[in-house]
Nanobody, 126 residues
Framework: QVQLAESGGGLVQPGGSLRLSCAAS????????VGWFRQAPGKEREFVAA????????YYRDSVKGRFTISRDNADNAVTLQMNNLKPDDTAVYYC???????????????????WGQGTQVTVSS
């Protein structure tokens, strides 16, 4: 059983930056696809970004391309999401998710991930 814990959320002004981290309890995490999802009040959970185990393949929703960067350090069992030029529409609870067997065509589907963190709040407001 892999346990995930997010950190790094907070309040930031529009145009600012935040760095979210997802730490895993198990070293098998290095073999997992890891995704970031977010959920704003009254909205469905949506895909933000994902990274494969070897870091060669990353995926982003269109609205965050060029602003967010996902990366991983398998030695530290951690995945980070660097978020720059934040906008009020980025306000949400951000969740880290992981799965070992997910196929590429399903990477953006939250129902395909077995392991989830508790979430961290990101608020972008002036």
């Amino acid at each position: 059983q892999v346990q995930l814990a997010e950190s790094g959320g907070g309040l930031v002004q529009p145009g600012g930056s935040l760095r979210l981290s997802c730490a895993a309890s198990d070293r098998t995490f290095r073999n997992f696809v890891v995704g970031w999802f977010r959920q704003a009040p009254g909205k469905e959970r949506e895909f933000v970004a994902a990274i494969k185990w070897n870091s060669r393949h990353t995926y982003y929703r269109d609205s965050v391309k060029g602003r967010f960067t996902i990366s991983r350090d398998n030695a530290d069992n951690a995945v980070t999401l660097q978020m720059n030029n934040l906008k009020p529409d980025d306000t949400a609870v951000y969740y880290c998710a992981a799965d070992r067997t997910i196929i590429q065509s399903s990477i953006g589907r939250s129902d395909q991930y077995d392991y989830w963190g508790q979430g961290t709040q990101v608020t972008v407001s002036s």
